[in-house]
């Protein structure tokens, strides 16, 4: 029994210290191999600020905008958004045509709401002889564009190339001239994947994407017929390539290069890969969000919880003396082991908990429920020894018979958090889905804590006989009554 204990210990000391070690605030993060993972705190919108943005369907009446194409258009952007790396985003629907977006610590607005409120609708253009200028909008009818004469407009993609036998034109200023209409061969829906790769020798970011079966037969067909032509690339309504066919692409893939930041490459694969949106959309309204109140806010929360965890330590170590000092440790624990999963997440599961003001509320209450199961045992523990029996004995009955209060309650509490974090996922309340996940986790720790921390300290003050004098167990005598 003294061993397993021993080992116990042991492995409660390593959990701790790592814990520890994770919630450094200077933490350099984990670099083992290709592991590479960040370590740190972040936080919501409500805490750090960032972008609130109101979207609207571009269309002369918001009632000719189906319920599905809203919905549809809503995955998309939040799809898009989780692929900037966003932490719990905000996108839920706002009427019939709009959606309200909130992204916590946006560093570049302009970038992202380019990258999610673009249509992202990729197209390839038959330009037969005549090559089309980098930077020209066009206008899309159908299964033909028309270049709108006059407007260009700067795109951070230079230079574009499909992969095979073919050249580019060099980066020319759009002029006014009117261009005849133009064919589209193919759009970005008979692409089957894209992702950024880099140049082996100047490490430049480009495009590379496969086709479809029928996009690959597309393509090499027309690739075929049209050598020594112009195939335009454009990329919501804007021109952003002209390559020149020189041999018959038929290998079903290709690039797209140019002077990329790697920023910049990776919002058109997000673009790319997530589809054009059903209706377009435009920006109605957008504004930066400051922490000052969330700020405020935190500092009197973490007050607040300051404030109740010194009371809870001092009622726990007057009231249960000896276990209420080993439940004030093992409760220093559970605080040290909720914070890590924070920061660090559970690989597999969630790679980190943004932390909200609701968030935090589940972390606060979390903390009284890790109390109340301490409280459970020590009340079975102080009921066996009024009824004679000995310190060990009463040890553990106190935790066998507290266990199946202890199971069922927090067992209705993570049933709880399962709702919420389903109505939170159905109905875009992060918030809510915040509050629950804080909450499931403290829940769960503390059945660690509370059943095997505690307990593993309390059997070593038995092995190492600290003391058998009842009254530090919170009784004055045994009682056979």
Wanted: hydrophobic share 45%; with cysteine.
């Amino acid at each position: 029994m003294r061993e397993r204990n021993f080992v116990m210990l042991v492995i409660i000391i390593f959990i701790a210290l790592f814990a520890g070690w994770i919630l450094q605030p200077d933490n350099p993060g984990l670099r083992i191999g290709p592991l590479n993972k960040e370590i740190k705190i972040h936080e919501g919108l409500d805490l750090q600020g960032g972008l609130q943005v109101l979207l609207q369907a571009d269309v002369a009446d918001c009632a000719s905008v189906s319920d599905d194409s809203m919905e549809a258009a809503k995955t998309i952007v939040e799809s898009r958004i989780n692929g900037l790396g966003v932490t719990e985003p905000l996108i839920q629907r706002s009427g019939t045509c709009r959606l309200i977006v909130q992204l916590p610590g946006i560093s570049n607005p302009d970038d992202a709401i380019r990258t999610f409120g673009g249509t992202g609708l990729l197209e390839f253009i038959d330009a037969g002889s005549t090559p089309l200028t980098q930077g020209q909008v066009v206008q899309t009818t159908g299964l033909s564009t028309v270049v709108v004469p006059g407007q260009a407009t700067p795109v951070p993609t230079p230079t574009v190339a499909t992969s095979g036998s073919v050249t580019t034109t060099s980066p020319v200023t759009a002029t006014e001239s009117v261009t005849p209409t133009f064919r589209t061969v193919m759009t970005g829906a008979q692409l089957r994947s894209a992702s950024v790769a880099f140049q082996q020798t100047t490490n430049q970011p480009f495009i590379q994407f496969t086709l479809s079966d029928d996009g690959a037969k597309i393509f090499g067909d027309y690739t075929a017929k049209n050598v020594n032509k112009y195939l335009a690339i454009t990329m919501d309504k804007m021109v952003i390539s002209s390559p020149v066919i020189k041999s018959p692409i038929t290998g079903g893939s290709g690039i797209i290069e140019g002077q990329f930041t790697l920023q910049e490459a990776h919002n058109l694969v997000l673009q790319l890969k997530y589809g054009s949106l059903p209706v377009p959309l435009k920006v109605v309204q957008s504004s930066s969000v400051g922490p000052t109140l969330g700020r405020d806010s935190v500092n009197r929360s973490i007050t607040a919880g300051i404030i109740g965890l010194v009371i809870v330590v001092l009622f726990m170590l007057l009231y249960y003396r000896l276990p209420g000092l080993l439940a004030d440790l093992a409760l220093t624990v559970y605080a040290m082991i909720v914070l890590a999963i924070y920061k660090f997440g559970i690989p597999g599961v969630f790679d980190f908990v943004t932390l909200t003001l609701p968030g935090i509320a589940g972390f606060i209450l979390s903390v009284g429920m890790a109390v109340d199961a301490n409280i459970l045992i020590f009340e079975r523990m102080k009921e066996e020894l009024r009824a004679g029996r000995t310190l060990q004995m009463a040890i553990e009955a106190g935790f066998q018979r507290a266990w199946s209060s202890i199971r069922d309650s927090n067992m209705s509490t993570l049933i709880t958090c399962g709702i919420l974090l389903w109505y939170g996922a159905s109905f875009g309340a992060s918030i809510v889905a915040g509050f629950a996940l804080t909450l499931a986790i403290g829940v769960l720790v503390s059945l660690f804590t509370a059943v095997t921390v505690t307990r593993t300290f309390l059997r070593l003050t038995l092995d190492f006989n600290v003391t058998e004098n009842l009254w530090w167990f919170g009784i004055s005598q045994p009682s056979n009554e």
